[in-house]
């Protein structure tokens, strides 16, 4: 049976699924970060190990 | 209006249209640009927001410049001297300071490659390991100057380790080989000394660049003798004889454009004439073989002034002891033995010329040898070929033959940063670490040893170059476990056996931590006793000399690019956009000719010519050079490169004429816009650049300085707690370049690109001014570094019609970029020239991770905004808030401007001008002092000491 839906409605779940998916989309490629990026990219800047810094002067 | 009316659609259809709607909101989703990113395991030590300093190494050639990295958040920024180390003190090479891009360069290696396949570590060592085991031949190791004790160790390992032995050269195409010959020749050795330019008070330069930019010590120890406290002087006295102009020619008191073929014949004309004054000869050295060398024919011949070398003979007599004659890379060995047997006539060996804590020199491959060895390899006489450092792909200055011993090679090994020229033709490219990331000593005298250690973990999955061949030594060897895998690991094994001193009270580990945390360990050593003089050698060099017949065509003279050296930085826009101190051009070479031999052959700048020698040519533009020899033609090398999104095609390849002494020269009616970062080189009579004579600062000191009443406009300006000011010698300054580097580095100056430079349109906050004086043939040169002078009335300020530009209260004149809409009338109002306008947004341009390099306490500026020096506010904030932590006001010296941290010859001076016993108060009253364009009323903050000349006799030049 075919669903009776507002255009208001229709545009509300438009407008919602656009954004959600927008701001879902971002926040999920965020979280994937660090299992998409291949190791050695620039992200993983660090300090040396065994190296010998001074204090800022 | 949309009516709130039912519609009608299928459940499949609403679905559908939702998923539609996520795919697209998806795709316009803003790509992520990976910009902030949580530092949410912080490493021991590091505090957000407050720098690291580590001290390292950082080797070009022959020289290793003690460094401090300076570090935040992990990442390294910034470079400057090592002020712990006793030569550079705290100051460094303009070519050091921007190599920390090269760390951050896009280009870079990440993986190892494998017959052109991307590939990882243990397949690459599947493909080597196996040839090199199996090796009978002896295996062929191309390297750059080891200059390390340790590195020496490693490759006297991996020829153990080899079956087939080892063939190991160590070859920098830049750094000539005349004088280790004429070394070994009059010495018996090849030891380098150290030029004391503190302890000269006559210089002779013949075609050296005694101040270019890599010269820290040089230049500090011959700016430390430019800038006397009154016209009385002590003062030293620099003559020059060049057939180029270089940064020495333009800095010296006298400078004679002369042939490089006759420089050898000048120094021997110097001896002669000094032996008739009655200065004895070394024993050996004949004085008959010198007899040939006529002073008074000389200048005849180049045109010379007979006075001036006569006065030149006096000078050094007097002088003594104190006196310093040096060749450059490109003259014949004669020519530099001819040096040694002045200075050693004038007592000057051992003193001005000091190698008593010489380090054991290090036989490089010659251009000759280098062939040689190609020719063996086109020949199947190596098993396999290693080339680390040295890219000799593109520099071997012989295309053919390199093609010919790549194909003679069964197995051709690159260890480098780059897939450059040499990895093309290889098999195998091995990525390693930049010298950032990686360990190292270095052994610049024997009395003391520099240290290099990572600033930052590796970026990407590299090995260091000393690891890769340590790694090879460790799977070839038969006793495997004597060798550690770690490359810290062998450095520190060699040092607790060879370095740390027996019986020492403190535990290895205290000394090793010492050592790291200052960079440099000063060692006890016997001094050597002055080197003795070989005559035989010298009346060798003599004869020779005479022999030389005048080359045909045009003399070449090839010299490493002041910015990209031999080519191993032409891939860092810093260094490209950073103009030549003598002709100003970017993003390029050219081919500079004197302005008689230009107007005979009718040829202006940019037009470009085809130069040939020995069947190899090059089509190159021209520039026309004042103050060049006739005759002689000049060109720099390390441009032209084939790899490398910066570098391709920037400039003109000139290694194919490497060794060719002369060329001949053919307009091909061509013409190419060249990228000059200045365009006119007079001061019109004006004065904005003053030089003096010291006669005329005496003169000048008599009358007094000028009391010039200025008008102006608006209310005095207070100045409550202190006011910000500059001082800059231009006596002391040699123009280096050091600063213009530094300032790009610590203010995220961006690139621009030749285009824009062409437009006028780059982007320096601070510049050097070179202009000429005088006839094109015997220009005088002047120097001016000119950035922001902070006027207190600022013109830039009074036109802003949006008050981005203002001033603090502590003398600033700051930009507000946020408010700044791009009216650029500031600029326009700017008497100085020195306001920038970011006409694309250059910083978003960036390619990752260069990124990484920007200073985070420097905004980037956005597109449409102007920009300018801000005397380094953010290092002015930074001083405050440790003062005030410390609970003490802000000292003399606690704020120092990235170009005065810079400046080698520590020509300018910051501080407080409100403290009257700040250098900067005192400079600001100086009798030499006054300020560029004074008369406009405007109050520039920036304080210029004249440049000041000690020009000798009947000689004398005009002051400005």
Known sequence: MPATVSRRGFLKALVLAWAGAAAGLDSLKESLRSVLIPAGTTLHVRPPAHSVGRKAR | ?960
Not at chain 2, 321 to 333: F, M, N, S, T
Not at chain 2, 473 to 498: C, G, N, T, V
Not at chain 2, 799 to 807: D, F, G, L, S
């Open chain 2, 1 to 960: 209006m949309i009516e709130d009316a039912d519609i009608r659609l299928s459940r499949r259809r609403f679905l559908g249209l939702m998923g539609a709607t996520a795919a697209f909101a998806a795709g316009c989703s803003r790509p992520d640009r990976g910009a902030i990113v949580p530092f949410n395991k912080r490493p021991e030590g590091v505090t957000p927001g407050l720098a690291d300093f580590y001290a390292s190494t950082f080797q070009e050639g022959l020289t290793a410049y003690g460094v401090l990295v300076r570090i935040r958040e992990g990442r390294p920024l910034h470079l400057q001297g090592n002020d712990e180390h006793p030569g550079f003190r705290g100051k460094t090479s303009p070519r050091a300071i921007a190599d920390v891009l090269r760390l951050y360069d896009p280009d870079r290696l990440r993986r190892p490659i494998v017959d052109g396949r991307p590939s990882d570590w243990a397949r690459a060592e599947a493909r080597i390991l196996p040839a090199l085991k199996a090796a009978r031949k002896p295996v062929l190791l191309l390297s750059g100057a080891l200059l390390s004790p340790t590195r020496r160790a490693l490759v006297e390992d991996l020829r153990k380790a080899l079956p087939g032995g080892l063939v190991h050269a160590a070859w920098e195409p830049a750094c000539g080989e005349s004088e280790a010959q004429a070394s070994r020749a009059c010495f018996g050795d090849e030891r380098r000394s150290r030029l004391r330019l503190d302890r000269a008070e006559v210089v002779v330069s013949l075609e050296t660049d005694l101040l270019a930019g890599e010269r820290t010590e040089e230049i500090a120890g011959f700016a430390s003798k430019r800038a006397p406290a009154g016209p009385e002087g002590p003062m030293n006295r620099l003559y020059a004889f060049e057939g180029a102009m270089s940064l020495t020619g333009a800095n010296s008191d006298h400078r004679t454009p002369w042939k490089p073929s006759r420089a050898a014949a000048l120094a021997f004309a110097l001896a002669r004439a000094l032996h008739r004054k009655g200065v004895p000869l070394p024993s050996g050295v004949d004085a008959a073989a010198l007899a040939p060398f006529d002073l008074d024919a000389l200048a005849r011949e180049q045109g010379a002034s007979a006075s001036l070398l006569h006065g030149l003979v006096d000078d050094l007599k007097r002088a003594g002891r104190a006196a310093l004659v040096a060749a450059g890379p490109a003259l014949p060995p004669q020519a530099h033995a001819a040096c040694h047997l002045l200075n050693a006539m004038l007592g000057a060996e051992g003193r001005t010329v000091d190698a008593a804590f010489a380090p054991p020199g290090e036989a490089l491959a010659g251009l000759q040898d280098l062939r040689g060895l190609l020719r063996s390899a086109a020949a199947g006489k190596f098993a396999a070929a290693v080339f680390w450092q040295a890219n000799f792909g593109y520099a071997s200055a012989d295309p053919e033959l390199w093609k010919s011993a790549a194909a003679g090679l069964p197995l051709k090994v690159r260890i480098g940063l780059h897939a450059d020229e040499t990895a093309q033709a290889c098999e195998a490219a091995l990525p390693e670490h930049h010298w950032l990331e990686a360990w190292g000593d270095f052994e610049p005298a024997s009395d003391l040893l520099c240290l290099q250690q990572p600033a930052v973990g590796p970026l990407y999955d590299t090995r260091q170059g000393e690891e890769i061949l340590l790694g090879f030594a460790r799977a070839l060897s038969k006793d495997a476990h004597a060798l550690p895998a770690d490359y810290r690991e062998y450095l520190q094994r060699r040092w607790r056996r060879e370095v740390y001193p027996a019986g020492s009270l403190v535990p290895f580990e205290s000394f090793w931590q010492a050592s790291l945390h200052d960079g440099v360990l000063r060692r006890r050593a016997a001094p050597r006793p002055p080197r003795r003089l070989d005559g035989r050698a010298v009346n060798a060099a003599a004869a020779a000399a005479l022999a030389v017949p005048p080359p045909p065509g045009f003399e070449l003279l090839l010299s490493p690019g002041a910015g990209v050296y031999d080519g191993r930085y032409a891939n860092n826009g810093w260094l490209q956009e950073l103009p030549d101190p003598v002709t100003k051009l970017t993003w390029g070479n050219a081919a500079a000719l004197s302005p008689s031999d230009a107007q005979r052959l009718r040829l202006q700048d940019g037009d470009v010519v085809r130069l040939e020698a020995g069947g190899r040519s090059a089509e190159i533009p021209v520039v026309v050079q004042p103050g060049q020899a006739p005759g002689v033609l000049s060109a720099a090398l390390g441009y032209g490169r084939r790899s490398g999104s910066v570098a391709s095609g920037v400039g003109v390849d000139l290694y194919p004429l490497l060794g060719a002494a002369s060329v001949s020269l053919t307009p091909t009616g061509a013409r190419e816009a060249l990228p000059f970062a200045q365009r006119h080189h007079s001061l019109e009579g004006r004065d904005a650049a003053r030089s003096l004579s010291l006669s005329e600062y005496a003169e000048s000191r008599r009358k007094g300085r000028p009391e010039r009443p200025l008008a102006r406009l608006y209310p005095p300006q207070r100045f409550p707690a202190r006011k910000w000011a500059m001082a800059v010698d231009l006596s002391a300054c040699v123009g280096c370049g050091a600063c213009v580097v530094a300032c790009q580095s610590e203010n995220n100056v961006p690139v621009v690109g030749p285009e824009r430079v062409l437009k006028g349109r780059e982007m320096h906050w601070m510049r050097i001014d070179r202009y000429y004086a005088g006839p094109p043939e015997r220009p005088r040169v002047l120097l001016q570094p000119m950035l922001c002078q902070h006027c207190d009335d600022a013109p830039c300020e009074s036109v802003c019609p949006v008050n981005a530009t203002n001033h603090d209260s502590e003398g600033l004149n700051q930009m507000a970029y946020n408010r700044c809409v791009g009216t650029r009338y500031c600029s326009n109002n700017c008497p100085y020239k020195v306001r920038r306008f970011n006409f694309f947004e250059y910083a978003a341009q960036t390619r990752e991770p260069a990124g990484l390099a920007f200073n985070p306490e420097v905004t980037v500026r956005p597109r449409g905004v102007m920009e300018k020096c801000t005397f380094c506010v953010q290092r002015i904030q930074e001083a405050k808030a440790a003062a005030r932590a410390a609970g003490r006001p802000l000292r003399e010296g606690d704020v120092e401007p990235a170009c005065a941290a810079a400046c080698p010859a520590g020509a300018i001076v910051f501080g407080d001008l409100r403290d009257p016993s700040s250098r900067v108060s005192k400079l600001a009253l100086s009798d030499r002092g006054y300020r560029v364009l004074e008369e406009l009323g405007i109050r520039p903050s920036v304080t210029y000491l004249a440049d000041l000349t000690n020009p000798a006799g009947p000689e004398e030049r005009r002051g400005a």
